[in-house]
């Protein structure tokens, strides 16, 4: 059975910096693009970063470029997103998600972490 669970969210304040883990289980997800997508109160879901576990690809939304960074440790099967520099607009839940490279689709999802910054 596969399992992404994320951890690592909580509150902070704004400024601060949070590191979110997501660590995946019940297959091999080498040949997987892993990403982190967050979604705000009343906002649609939206993709903040992702990456191939080779590292050797990523992508970044405007919104987080410069701030956060995607990394992953193929030896624990676990993608992390380092957030630095938070703002209050960062306040959403932060899903870990998965997909096969040549899928457009995301296959697997965790049940996301709560991140809230305090202005």
């Known amino acids: 059975q596969v399992q992404l669970v994320e951890s690592g969210g909580g509150l902070v304040q704004a400024g601060g910096s949070l590191r979110l883990s997501c660590a995946a289980s019940g297959r091999t997800f080498s040949s997987y693009v892993m990403a982190w997508f967050r979604q705000a109160p009343g906002k649609e879901r939206e993709l903040i970063a992702a990456?191939?576990?080779?590292?050797?690809?990523?992508y970044y939304a405007d919104s987080v470029k410069g701030r956060f960074t995607i990394s992953g440790d193929n030896a624990k099967n676990t993608v992390y997103l380092q957030m630095n520099s938070l703002k209050p607009e960062d306040t959403a839940v932060y899903l870990c998600?998965?997909?096969?490279?040549?899928?457009?689709?995301?296959?697997?999802w965790g049940q996301g972490t709560q991140v809230t910054v305090s202005s």
């Open positions: 990456t191939t576990w080779t590292g050797g690809n990523t």
């Open positions: 998600a998965a997909r096969v490279r040549s899928s457009r689709a995301y296959d697997y």
